[in-house]
């Protein structure tokens, strides 16, 4: 059964920086691209970084030169590191593979980032 379990989430003035973790666990997690993606209220979720399994990583335009894929097979865990927080910003985040239709339609519970002075 897969899992995905999001930490990192927290309250942070703009301009701060925070550091998401997903630890997955019942899948091979080496064989699959994985995906951070947010969802702020009243929006759809969006992709926000992708990183292939040799460690390529993809960025939405709105967050390149701020944000921070990686993974670290051995551990099943992909991270993002997130700098220069703003208000935009703010949304859950959610690990999963990519594309996410590979975990039919399964999403962790997320991790709230709240950017607020």
């Known amino acids: 059964q897969v899992q995905l379990v999001e930490s990192g989430g927290g309250l942070v003035q703009p301009g701060g920086s925070l550091r998401l973790s997903c630890a997955a666990s019942?899948?091979?997690?080496?064989?699959?691209?994985m995906a951070w993606y947010r969802q702020a209220p009243g929006k759809q979720r969006e992709l926000v970084a992708s990183?292939?399994?040799?460690?390529?990583?993809n960025y939405r335009d709105s967050v390149k030169g701020r944000f921070t894929i990686s993974r670290d097979n051995a551990k099943s865990t992909v991270y993002l590191q997130m700098n220069s927080l703003t208000f935009e910003d703010t949304a859950v985040y959610y690990c999963?593979?990519?594309?996410?239709?590979?975990?039919?339609?399964?999403w962790g519970r997320g991790a709230q980032v709240t950017v607020s002075s």
């Open positions: 999963t593979t990519s594309p996410p239709d590979l975990l039919a339609g399964y």
């Open positions: 019942g899948l091979l997690f080496r064989s699959y691209e």
């Open positions: 990183i292939s399994r040799s460690g390529n990583p």
